[in-house]
């Protein structure tokens, strides 16, 4: 069975300081894909990014980047110099070969920037 | 091009109502699945189609039907609402096969049950 958890469930921080959201994942598969999303307050999912089980190198896009370390099942989320249109609830979820397209979702961490 | 279109926004129903959530892309995407979201639960799957006339359950689908007549269409039916089924609801649709596709989410309905 699939499992993702986000154990923070809130995080405040003051505008320009780093942040990172964890996630720890559960699967039996080898081949599976991990994926980031962010809910602004507005309400809609955004996707942020997409990770496949084979590729352990960490991906930069501006201030976010992400390391996935499979030794220790974590797909974690930085950004770098917070800002205040950072403040959303971020998910992340896992699909496996099991699940086809199914995505099992992480309970989100709710970030609070701070001007 | 719309993406992902889901009907109402808002919705306000009492105990025992009967109502239909709207669910519509136009990618033409095999893949369609209903999720609620609770709070601290993340999303949660209800159903999903791999194509017209296919469905299947998902993680928590009591309480809930789906029908797919079409590619373009996937509603979710509650017949008897329940004050456990205040939640916001996603849609969402992708191409099928392969796991890794993206899955393009729809703007949500936010549906309380009294």
């Known amino acids: 069975a699939q499992k993702v958890t986000q154990a923070q469930t809130e995080i405040s921080v003051v505008e320009k300081e780093d942040v990172t959201l964890d996630c720890v994942y559960e699967?039996?598969?080898?081949?599976?894909?991990l994926f980031w999303y962010k809910q602004p307050p507005s309400g809609e999912l955004v996707f942020l990014i997409r990770r496949n089980s084979f590729d352990e190198q960490n991906e930069i896009s501006g201030r976010y980047s992400w390391n996935f370390q499979k030794s220790t099942s974590s797909f974690n989320f930085t950004i770098t110099a917070s800002q205040v249109v950072d403040s959303a609830v971020y998910f992340c979820a896992l699909s496996d070969d099991n699940a086809g397209n199914m995505l099992t979702f992480g309970g989100g961490t709710r970030l609070m920037v701070k001007p | 091009n719309a993406g992902v279109t889901q009907t109402p926004k808002f919705q306000v129903l009492k105990t025992g109502q009967s109502m239909t959530l709207q669910c519509a892309q136009d990618m033409n995407h095999e893949y369609m699945s209903w999720y609620r979201q609770d709070p601290g639960m993340g999303l949660r799957l209800i159903h999903y189609s791999v194509g017209a006339g296919i469905t299947d359950q998902g993680e928590v689908p009591n309480g809930y039907n789906v029908s797919r007549s079409t590619t373009e269409d996937f509603p979710l039916r509650l017949l008897s609402a329940a004050p456990s089924q205040t939640s916001v609801y996603f849609c969402a649709s992708s191409y099928y096969g392969k796991i890794y596709n993206e899955q393009f989410f729809g703007p949500g309905t936010r549906l309380t049950v009294l």
């Open positions: 699967t039996r598969d080898t081949t599976y894909y």
